[in-house]
T-cell receptor
Framework: GQNIDQPTEMTATEGAIVQINCTYQ??????LFWYQQHAGEAPTFLSY????GLEEKGRFSSFLSRSKGYSYLLLKELQMKDSASYLC?????????????FGTGTLLAVQP | GAVVSQHPSWVICKSGTSVKIECRSL??????MFWYRQFPKQSLMLMAT?????????EQGVEKDKFLINHASLTLSTLTVTSAHPEDSSFYIC???????????FGEGSWLTVV
């Protein structure tokens, strides 16, 4: 089966750093994605990891450890507009390319 | 601009009727598209993989006769919710694969309300 876990909710302060964790157990692995989703809107792509290590893109970084089935999304210099749901998604091996299985999502609230 | 477009953005239909949602790739050909459903405050749930020129592949628990998927061309997939009921009210999102790696594009999503 496929299982992807994230914390349900997190709260952080404007200007701070927050780390959102994701653990996964899937039938295979073909890459891990992080998306941001504001209420009522479609997901917006943030990052993609297929090899172990850290990928940095501006205020957002994503880390992957395939041996541990673990990833995190790091958000720096938090802004109020970062309040959103953050979705971890895995593309399992063996299915159609980029068939994504989504985690439960983490609702992040950024407070002044 | 958007590379995957969904239509309609929102639709209200009466219980028992059918409603069709379109997903178009605007400037690339997509042999594979995916349909997701999202209930309020929940994550995206994969419903089915839409394959151009062949039958869709449905995830476990998704009724293929209720959620009809047609992928007749390389730029268009449609999802038809047949005999809709209030519990089918949800946010439906499609995605299209432009190629290998991180080239997945999501449509804007379609809100369906069944009354």
């Amino acid at each position: 089966g496929q299982n992807i876990d994230q914390p349900t909710e997190m709260t952080a302060t404007e200007g701070a750093i927050v780390q959102i964790n994701c653990t996964y157990q899937t039938s295979g692995f073909n890459g891990l994605f992080w998306y941001q989703q504001h209420a009522g809107e479609a997901p917006t792509f943030l990052s993609y990891n297929v090899l172990d290590g850290l990928e940095e893109k501006g205020r957002f970084s994503s880390f992957l450890s395939r041996s541990k089935g673990y990833s995190y999304l790091l958000l720096k210099e938090l802004q109020m507009k970062d309040s959103a749901s953050y979705l971890c998604a895995v593309s399992p091996f063996g299915g159609a390319t980029n068939k994504l299985i989504f985690g439960t999502g983490t609702l992040l609230a950024v407070q002044p | 601009g958007a590379v995957v477009s969904q239509h309609p953005s929102w639709v209200i239909c009466k219980s028992g009727t059918s409603v069709k949602i379109e997903c178009r790739s605007l400037d690339f050909q997509a042999t594979t598209m995916f349909w997701y459903r999202q209930f309020p405050k929940q994550s995206l749930m994969l419903m089915a993989t839409s394959n151009e020129g062949s039958k869709a592949t449905y995830e476990q628990g998704v009724e293929k006769d209720k959620f009809l998927i047609n992928h007749a061309s390389l730029t268009l997939s449609t999802l038809t919710v047949t005999s809709a009921h209030p519990e089918d009210s949800s946010f439906y999102i499609c995605s299209a694969d432009r190629g290998a790696g991180n080239t997945i594009y999501f449509g804007e999503g379609s809100w369906l309300t069944v009354v």
